[in-house]
């Protein structure tokens, strides 16, 4: 086959957009772990600098993986495997594995004190935030030892009281303003099935995430003999906390029953969650040092298998970003190949049309053209 173009083509157009939904989060340095759609020309990631970002309208498709680490993507976008350097999504089959993206040394922009993000944590485990009028927060928790400590750490960091319930069955806090500030860091005003990590937690360095860690787990955490394991009733929480745990080294599988999710980490990174994160709760603490994890006769090696691949059938904003040699970029928690473009030798662009406004937009432009000579600018006044 063959393609025409007349008189002339779209340069935009002719990118392969190799890219990915909007939410799919990208380490930034000195920003932290950030949503595709937030990154900005002239950010640094660990493999390289953004040089454009550019907003797509593509097909969706879903990868997902033996261990529950899922993507939406498109088509088009490519991997890093086992045994190829790269695939596309959709020649992605079951035999091939994934390079998972561990970020365990990789620093974030600290702004919150660790007592405050293990406060926060217990906060999602426990609490129902969902009044917008008074701002109050409950937290269903009939511990002692974990309720006075909330009770103290809030208090100091927000200023206000936190009371018992009188019948001694969970604390509760009323504070607009203080309700309003943790809106602010991605606390959204939402029940248990739609409950989230808020966004401040993926700005933290790796001690910040896992104290919003400890806290979760003192709430809803349990040891068996061999793991730890979460439970929540949120699907998108369990996603987080699984890819959360990867930010810090920690391998972990996530799977779905029929009312719930669950996230548990097991024989081969059961050593490192108790470095990161741990129990605060001594019964907790003490039991964790009890248990005894199965030997791990498969391990992953950084990897983890396909299980499906498939098309959604629907058409959703996608993200392009185009990086520095050697143009590999962690997207989620799997390792792909950024966007380049197709370079023409002459280009002709209108600055005049509200298409180029964004900087990012004018780079993808401008960059398509090999020499200055076959570059010709329209839309001027000048």
Known sequence: GWVEYMPLRVAYATTVHK???????????????????????????????VQAVARTEQQAWRITTARGYSVVCSA??????????????????PNDDLLLH?????????????????????TVGDGCYTDRKEGQI???????????????IGEVAFSIAIAWRKDRRGLYLTS????????????????????RVPRCVWTEGPQGRGAFLRGLFDADGYIGRNRVVLTTASEKMSEDVQELFLTLGIISTRRHFPNYWQVYVGAESLDIFAYWVGFWKADKALQMTRARPNR??????????????????????????????PHLLPFGPFLGHNSQGLSLDAVQ?????????????????????????????????A
């Open 19 to 49: 890219c990915v939904a909007g939410e799919t989060r990208i380490p930034v340095v000195g920003r932290g772990y950030l949503p595709i759609a937030d990154l900005s020309p002239y950010d640094m990631t660990p493999y390289g600098q």
């Open 76 to 93: 088009e976008h490519r991997w890093r495997t086992r045994e190829y350097p790269l695939v596309e999504t959709q020649d992605l089959t």
């Open 102 to 122: 561990s970020g365990v040394p990789f620093p974030g922009r600290p702004e919150v004190a660790e007592n405050t993000l293990w406060w926060l944590g217990l």
């Open 138 to 152: 409950h937290l269903a928790c009939m511990d002692r030892e974990l309720g006075d400590r909330y009770k103290e």
């Open 176 to 195: 607009k303003g203080t309700r309003d500030k943790l809106a602010g860091w991605g606390l959204d005003y939402v029940k248990g099935p739609h409950k």
């Open 296 to 325: 791990v006769l498969r391990p992953s090696l950084g990897y983890d298998r396909v299980v499906s691949v498939v098309p959604l059938g629907i058409t959703v904003p996608m993200y392009d970003v185009e990086i520095t040699a």
């Open 349 to 381: 662009i209108n600055i005049g049309d509200p298409f180029f406004k964004t900087p990012g937009m004018i780079y993808v432009a401008l960059s398509r053209c090999r020499t200055v000579e076959g570059l010709r600018i329209v839309g001027t006044t």
